[in-house]
């Protein structure tokens, strides 16, 4: 146990002399340093929390503004129209400063004073300018002059240099739509899903809901989003994640992908030595708030609140619902390798560990023979399975003792790390199975080694190809996808290695080895751990995955054609869905909520009547290719008109939602939303954008950029589609169904949206004035 001696600053021994004290110097040190780190880290958290406080406005701006005020005093000019006057007649210290120095301190405060309510009132309007949306809906390269007018105002309020938190009090809220507004939208959205007497029997249903129990349950949601920062997030996050009693692998789970043509080093110690440091330097900006916030549209202000539980942060199961632990620290990693658990630290005398000194450190893992204690190697299946089960086993087995230490250990991690003994890419004679396994990997691993609890877990390979696996409750995927971007970034173009593969940099070899952890696992957990086990591995095994990459064509040439890109993909995908089942199906795609505080996510449905007509078009070979290119576009402004109101607070599915949970709460029934809430979706929808392309030279390194990501189907006879833009050439996909369904076969749908994407593209190239058609 030579942790536990390290750690222990003192011994003390009674003898007949009296005690005699026994320090030790270098824990001491260790001590002081790590005291040191903390104080220094709450005086910039102190820092940040007030310039962030201040914003639009900066420290230096009061400075200017007290120096100014005091200047026209000494000129004998009283800007404050007698007001200084007034404070310095009821100034309590009176009696105990000379004239002057009233001047000065009434001066002082009325400064301050003025300072603040500029602060407020530049906030005030920033807000109100934040609060218009009209430039969405305006038609791409054709700006108003309102809008042109609305745009410089914002860009003169707010500010410049911003922290990462520094808009988040100038948000506004998000706002409840009207009650008739979103029946409306509802009805229309499942108008071409259903027959006439089906669609009869739900207007019924919508306007006896609308009508009578509506009004009420939105008369508590606009209260709700009056009080609170959103009346949508933390209901989504409690209701939708954290009381779900079904896996997190699969279901919940998402990740992202490595590079998949080049491998910075095939050195499995190092490649994880890069990684880690480059996540630790992202942590470090993080704490700093050194980050940048998103803008869009040159200078619209996004959300900032998702970033802040990105590390330090683990998911906790309970009986009823789960809680999310975020702690302010964590100076360790949790590493799990061939069954086993290990303690890696992260500084050493009062700094981070270098990339070279991380790699030592995962290769003495590496090389430990160590066998895994009995139930240790198929642990993590506690966290791959049902909740309810893996809750009584925390309650049960991991209350005390060295498995309660233990289990810390890896709760309070910064993050988790998985040492892969398998290998992974584009390898062997057929690389598209090479890259469905590597899918596959990702999201589910061999069900054991992984925690899907934390927050996210970072996977290296044997030979030395990585990925990444996310919680979904704390944040959505573009967050997840930020850190990932910065983190492969940095480690192929910033970090780099040597010529034989090794992380760069110096070490110092006196660091003392990773500790492994330790458990007392009776066989009755173990027991429940194999059940699990075989409840997760039933799971994975069942889940199909197709990803490829789409070369033909890319952004550039859609954007060519005046259509949006992801109306065109949506579009294709219903060309591809129809052409796989003979069917339409309720559609989900995911949009964001960030222009709003605390937002994360709405529901674009992107099966339209307008998406039908053109898709019935396609497949009716009585129709021209002028028909179907004029209802292309149709379908395409629809498309493009739902994602814009998702956006705004408009949307559809994050209302009904809310009220379904307020009737809940109100101990009310009502058969419209549990109808509505109860239709699966059976084609699940979502567009991961770069985010950062300023960090990849795509024109000279094609090949450094990420894969992207995927997640498991939401309906066991749907699909899971998730698709990233890269660059003008190029769009990557992941299909995901299960084998079990008679309806879907992912390879088979792959090819389908292969064949949506360059027909569609083709009644551009067939007329004669698009400019695909002008071969430009």
Known sequence: MAEAHQAVAFQFKVSPEGIDLQLSHAALKEVYRSGLRSWKKKFNQLRNSFVTGVYPASPSSWLFMVTAILVTQYSRLDPSMGMIGKIKEHLPVSDYLS?????????????????????????????????????????????????????????????????LYSYQASLPRLPVPALKDTMQRFLESVRPLKTDAEFQRMAGLARDFERTLGPRLQWYLKLKSWWASNYVSDWWEEYVYLRSRGPLMVNSNYYGMDFIYVTPTPIQAARAGNLVYA???????????????????????????????????????GMEGDTIQHLRDSKHIAVYHAGRFFRVWLYHNGRLMRPRELQAQFQQILDDPTPPLPGEEKLGALTAADRDPWARARQTYFRSGVNEQSL????????????DTSEQGLQGPNPSQALDAYSKSLLH?????????????????RNGKSGINAEHSWADAPIVAHLWEYTIATDAFTLGYDANGNCKGD?????????????????????VILQSLSVALALANDIDFNAFPFKEFGKGLIKKCRISPDSFIQLCLQLAHFRDKQKFCLTYEASMTRLFREGRTETVRSCTIESCNFVKAMMDPTQNDGTRLRLLRVAAEKHQNLYRHAMTGAGIDRHLFCLYVVSKYLGLDSPFLHEVLSEPWRLSTSQTPI??????????????????????????D????????????????????KFSSKETDAHRFGLNIRKAMVDVLALFQ???????????
């Not at 810390?408 to 040492?419: D, G």
């Not at 691993?445 to 899907?452: Q, V, Y």
Request: include cysteine; aromatic fraction near 12%; charge should be neutral.
């Open 99 to 163: 004239d002057q120095g009233l001047t000065v301190l009434s001066a002082l405060a009325f400064s301050t004073g003025l300072w603040l309510a500029l602060i407020v009132t530049m906030r005030s309007i920033l807000k109100m300018l934040l609060c218009y949306h009209g430039w969405i809906f305006e038609e791409h390269g054709k700006i108003s002059n309102t809008t042109k007018i609305w745009l410089a105002l914002v860009k003169i309020f707010a500010g410049r240099k911003p922290m």
């Open 279 to 317: 996540m630790l330097l992202y942590r470090r900006k993080l704490t700093r708030e050194e980050i940048k916030p998103l803008m869009i549209q040159g200078g619209l202000p996004m959300c900032s609140a998702q970033y802040e539980r990105m590390f330090n942060t683990t998911r906790i199961p």
């Open 408 to 419: 810390s250990i890896v709760e309070k991690a910064a993050f988790f790390v998985t040492l």
């Open 445 to 461: 691993g061999r069900c054991c080694d992984r925690w899907f609890d934390k927050s996210f877990t970072l996977i290296v390979y």
């Open 507 to 527: 070490m110092d070899s006196s660091i003392p080895p990773p500790q492994k952890l330790q458990w007392d696992i009776p066989p009755e957990c173990q027991q």
């Open 691 to 716: 985010q950062q392309m300023e960090l990849f030279d795509l024109q000279n390194h094609p090949d450094y950029v990420s894969f992207g990501g995927g997640f498991g189907p939401v309906d066991d």
């Open 718 to 737: 749907g699909y899971g589609v998730s698709y990233v833009i890269v660059g003008e050439d190029l769009i990557n996909f992941h299909v995901s169904c």
């Open 766 to 776: 067939l007329d004669k004035n698009s400019p695909a058609g002008r071969g430009q």
